[in-house]
T-cell receptor, first 115, second 113 residues
């Protein structure tokens, strides 16, 4: 089974801190994604990466950056955490479009609280 | 603007009931429609629908897509308490270098004993 692992299940950080959320997948998937999930707003795409060192902004990239130095790892960085970034963060991975038969595989999520 | 709309937002049923969850979409360069089940953590994949009118089934769950009306439904028969979850619908499109998903806000299903 494809496994997507997010390093932390729960995090509490202070306003202004730099926060790193880590995601690792073990199926050699080319594509990786970061979403945030908020009540009433659903899942919204923050950033995605289709190859090592390649990244593209999603729908809500402001206040975030990402890093993909290795194929299996995709990090989300909150440069200066703010309370409006309190949310559930979900990482996902997928294979190439030509083999896209099972959708995305998601990690278990990181619930981040910024105080 | 692309969007995926799910209805109802929530519903409560009793074990044994049959439920129908709805998903309408307006997605540019649409390729497929996906359903996920989310129980407090990672969404898990249920179905991917590419063609109109072809029902996909997995146990008590089934789903169908209507590409003319831009609509999909997810049916659950003989519901069980373990079906309680948020059900997410997503429209798949090819954007940039990869497949992307645009999600609805989900339907919260509560199945009471």
């Amino acid at each position: 089974d494809v496994k997507v692992t997010q390093s932390s299940r729960y995090l509490v950080k202070r306003t202004g801190e730099k926060v790193f959320l880590e995601c690792v997948q073990d199926m050699d998937h080319e594509n990786m994604f970061w979403y945030r999930q908020d009540p009433g707003l659903g899942l919204r795409l923050i950033y995605f990466s289709y190859d090592v060192k390649m990244k593209e902004k999603g729908d809500i990239p402001e206040g975030y950056s990402v890093s993909r130095e290795k194929k299996e790892r995709f990090s989300l960085i909150l440069e200066s955490a703010s309370t409006n970034q309190t949310s559930m963060y979900l990482c996902a991975s997928s294979t190439i479009p030509q083999a896209f038969v099972g959708g995305y595989t998601f990690g278990s999520g990181t619930r981040l609280t910024v105080v | 603007e692309d969007k995926v709309v799910q209805s109802p937002l929530s519903l409560v049923v009793h074990e044994g009931d049959t439920v129908t969850l709805n998903c309408s979409y307006e997605v540019t360069n649409f390729r497929s429609l996906l359903w996920y089940k989310q129980e407090k953590k990672a969404p898990t994949f249920l179905f991917m629908l590419t063609s109109s009118g072809i029902e996909k089934k997995s146990g008590r769950l089934s789903s169908i897509l209507d590409k003319k009306e831009l609509f999909s439904i997810l049916n659950i028969t003989a519901t069980q308490t373990g079906d309680s979850a948020v059900y997410l619908c997503a429209g798949n499109y090819y954007g940039g270098a990869t497949n992307k998903l645009i999600f609805g806000t989900g339907t919260l299903l509560a199945v009471q004993p």
